[in-house]
């Protein structure tokens, strides 16, 4: 067989059938858990949470510009204290997802995340692509971050996300090893969902995120790279009121990822305020972490987990 | 002769007359097929289309990002029963156009299409590049996909769209040899028109498409790309309605292009939603499949297709 | 001296002064060519101009694309017939600038434009970037093409427009030796300037453009490339009657760049219109062409040019 | 070892702790040096800053496009001249930082910034990525560009920016050698701090600056690289009244980096203009310089600085 014969075979359009399934089912979204009602009997679930990357975003490149660590500075300086401010002013619980090496550099923010009812969550070593790691690599920093931020929390954390929702084929397979409840790095759906792993039910939830629900797309700067502020603050915001609206409509659940370094800005933090006071304006809501969410999602559709009780 | 030399002559200000001339006629704009009057005596035909791409955007890429294959698990999950139940609402019928490995992961879509009286079409084996393909492996692809969607359908697909609107040297061709009625990939007109092959008539139907009548351009992204959502969905919408208020103005037809995993998300469903009631309320218009709008076009314009009769 | 110290030497913070400031001077805007004031007394002058590439944006890529190709014929089959009838319609005349193998591809919109009154003006050969060219190689093609233009229009073009507003150190001195009146390539200014070459007046009004005033950097798609579609139509007739409005508080020169193919579709023609109604609107106004402008700049500010008298 | 092992152990995910702390102590924000209240018992600082690269934004690159250089002209022939008769017109003093060599092309801008009442800061040579040099060329190139500055403007400058905010680990220890009284290349907070060095405070006033408060990367315009203008002049003058605003509520420091070759645009300069007035609709605002702002927050917070008494 030739060179260029081999290499045609390595194609998508010359795969078998079963090479593209199995590509597919590796982490693939089983039955929906969206419950019956939510808690309290709300109309909508709204699940607010911060990815405080902070110095990491720029540490996991390499660490090499000086001004984009101070970017990230800013998220623990200024970012998070504005947005805790604010959730304690409007009475909301949040998650945060922590790299643990932003937890090392931040640990006051650790404690005053906790302090303030809200829950930590793992997101990655130092926001590393998990699919450029191998399978040892990748459970290893995801054992050693979970202990991390336990031991800078006090609390075990109970779910992840991965850093830049870069999911790899091990994932999956870390994540029930650790006997997480949930994943929250999958687009498959707006409710939650059950993770399947090769085709069968894992007892994990997926709590979907999506770019669109997402600041850093939006507002991201990297003068080096190509990364810039395409729509301003006023785009964002009209983006995420739509998508809560439409949550509304449906009796669905209203997620959305921020950044400390993102939002936490003073030309952005109104779109937070804004969010919040327009799902408060419904009446009807339930406030939640993503934990929390989880956990009544399991429990409502009689989903058995491999989490510890909490 | 050197290098050097020789590598100028291979450059486009060097080449004689013929050389370009050769590649302007591979597939070109021939006669306009719009009719005296579009069907029923409207002033307006709208012909609404559907890119059901699925996981196959990024299976064909090699399905590495599990991220992105559960975004593309979202369209036929989330998105499409959104889009058929306003096609619905509306009654208003489409076209979907199809990879056949979407086809193949998706059956009970394709099955919910055809139920809905809306139109499958061709859109290559799994959203491969044409240019990158030799003759031979893109016509046996095409032969392959227009099967598979016949088993799975029942009906067989009378036009194609290139994936990515990728049109290669060859597609013509291999469209001719397939006896379709019509394709829709190119972008030489607002209207319909007969495509040339080497300068001569084809009898194959073009119905035109445009990237500014496509959502794509504007909302995908790709964290390891470069894109990203450029312009909000207001922004979406505006360009649409100008659009259409123009083809109304010319009494002529408005054709989009839109991709479940993109419109079919909750911020912005609405974009589908108003173009179809501003079209709606323009009275005079005759909503249609690309099939049927080819069919009437080459009718009406006494184009001799090589296509079966319907 | 060892490969890094030579490596160093090329960087431009090693260079001597002499090396960045005979960069600066190889054509360089010199005095102010704005006359008291413009013909018959108007307070502001609009120059209108269309770079009628159509599918030479292509072919000088190496015309691989197909579908390309055809965005490129959307421009002269559809684009330049709206443009034509809006200028007729409002008695705006217009300057169109034209690679002379789009003029050979369609020879009828040559005629055309020459028919409504409007100017012809130079666009290099296949829309190459000139910067890539040897001297001779230039000089070949730009004259190649002055004969091309004026064989298929029957007048002798008078200005010259870089293809991309790529002008090369040999641009300048090619425009003398063609005894041009005017160059439209370069940005230093508002309004019309004389140009210097090594610091030495040369006779040659440029009359400026800029990519704020151009539509393509707003619009222009190119799936395998990164360029997108980044602001909506709203979005660049602010810029432009922005841009506008500064000028005639100046009682300056307002000068545009469009393309058929991106300004001619039906969601963006209006940009075209509302800015000719903007300016009319003004009261006195002078519409212009290209040649007209430098003639009179020429004139008024006593220049003395190498162009045959008209 | 292996090569893979080795390459292995340069990734930031194996870095050891003390790897990583290293790298974000070399220049870290230290104490908020914002005072108990603004001069004269403002309630709001406002720091307004020109970086007036003009030329030399293409000429780092290498000086190779006449078109970008004819930009840069465009700056100083017709962007700087407009922003100072608007900080004339409204009586506000402000901050131009400027490139050695661009201050050697444009000396009579130079004279004009100091005769105008504004401070001139060091802004690199040839605007040089800091990041790219050795120490010895980063410190020579420093002391020559002070120097430069101060031959043709007369004044010692007391402050710099980094070109393109490429802040090296060699940067902060040049400011010392120079007995510099600020930097203003860092975004770690909104309101003026003072830099530590390994850990250790150096007696340097940082002012920092932000890419949202900065027109570039709306509106750069790059036709061979990526670069697009992204967002409207309306856009941009959103984002930064928004800024405005918040440091209002927070009675703090609004400090926005602007360049006039963009923003000295006709279709932009309102921008300028209207943040202008919104701040002086306030009433209480302190207008100043970076020198005057960076002076007096070490005076009032007791820092004691390096730099000679003014």
Same sequence: chains 1, 2, 3, 4.
């Avoid at 498959?188 to 600041?215: N, S």
């Avoid at 939006?218 to 301003?232: H, S």
């Avoid at 030309?267 to 327009?278: A, K, N, P, T």
């Amino acid at each position: 067989m030739s060179v260029t014969q081999e290499h045609d075979q390595n194609q998508p359009w010359t795969w078998a059938e079963e090479t593209w399934r199995e590509k597919l089912l590796k982490a693939r979204a089983g039955r929906c858990l969206k419950p019956a009602s939510w808690k309290n009997g709300a109309r909508m679930a709204v699940a607010v949470s911060f990815d405080s990357d902070h110095e990491t975003f720029e540490l996991r490149n390499g660490g090499i510009s000086i001004s984009r660590l101070s970017q990230g500075q800013y998220g623990a300086r200024r970012g998070t204290p504005r947005i805790l401010a604010l959730l304690e002013k409007y009475c909301v619980p949040a998650s945060f997802f922590m790299p643990a090496v932003s937890a090392m550099i931040n640990p006051e923010e650790v404690k005053a995340v906790i302090a303030g009812g809200h829950e930590l969550g793992m997101h990655s070593w130092i926001h590393e692509f998990n699919s450029r790691l191998d399978h040892a690599t990748e459970r290893d920093l995801a054992f050693r971050a979970a202990d991390m931020l336990e031991k800078i929390s006090g609390v075990r954390p109970v779910g992840m996300r991965t850093a830049s929702w870069d999911f790899s084929p091990y994932t999956l397979g870390i994540a029930r090893e650790m006997r997480l409840l949930y994943d929250s790095s999958l687009m498959a759906d707006d409710e939650p969902y059950e993770l399947l792993e090769d085709g069968q039910p894992t007892g994990i939830v997926e709590i979907p995120v999506e770019w669109i629900r997402d600041d850093a797309p939006y507002v991201a700067m990297d003068r080096m790279a190509g990364a810039r502020p395409y729509g301003g603050p006023a785009m964002v915001l009209d983006i995420l009121q739509r998508e809560l609206e439409h949550a509304w409509e449906e009796g669905g659940l209203f997620q959305v990822t921020l950044h400390p370094h993102h939002v936490g800005h003073r030309s952005r933090i109104f779109i937070l305020e804004e969010i919040i006071r327009l799902a408060q304006s419904k009446g009807s809501v339930w406030f939640c972490t993503h934990a929390e969410l989880a956990q009544y999602c399991a429990q409502e559709c009689g989903l058995v987990t491999a989490a510890p009780a909490a």
